[in-house]
């Protein structure tokens, strides 16, 4: 089945014609989305030959971010780290400011 006709159908997603991110996050609109249904780069001996430079092309995006923008810690997220249950984590989100560095 082409990857075109199973993210449009309504039977994998909530209104698949819409462009909604919040999709991926904790909405619950979407709780009924089969997310497994994506499979962007396909699974298989027969995946796509592109896998690993889309990959690599995202650690170097991650990379200049991390090079040109200073990032720090939101008052929010600061006790972040701490939980008191060590086996199953439920992180709350981890917010951060993104500050464009001077050099």
Same mark, same amino acid.
């Given at each position: ?14 209104? =698949?014609?819409?462009?909604? !991110? +919040? ?11 089969? /997310?497994?249904? @994506?499979? =962007?780069?396909?699974?298989? !001996? +027969? ?11 995202? /650690?170097?995006? @991650? ?41």
């Amino acid at each position: 089945m082409s990857h075109f006709t199973t993210y449009h159908s309504a039977s994998n997603f909530t209104d =698949p014609e819409t462009f909604a !991110p +919040s999709r991926w996050l904790d909405d619950p609109h979407f709780a009924s989305d089969k /997310r497994s249904a @994506l499979q =962007p780069f396909s699974v298989g !001996p +027969s995946n796509c030959i592109g896998q690993h430079l889309a990959m690599a092309e995202m /650690r170097a995006i @991650l990379a200049r971010m991390l090079w040109h923008f200073d990032i720090s810690l939101c008052e929010e997220s600061a006790r972040w780290n701490d939980q008191k249950v060590f086996i199953f984590w439920d992180k709350p989100d981890l917010i951060v400011t993104l500050r464009e560095r001077k050099d």
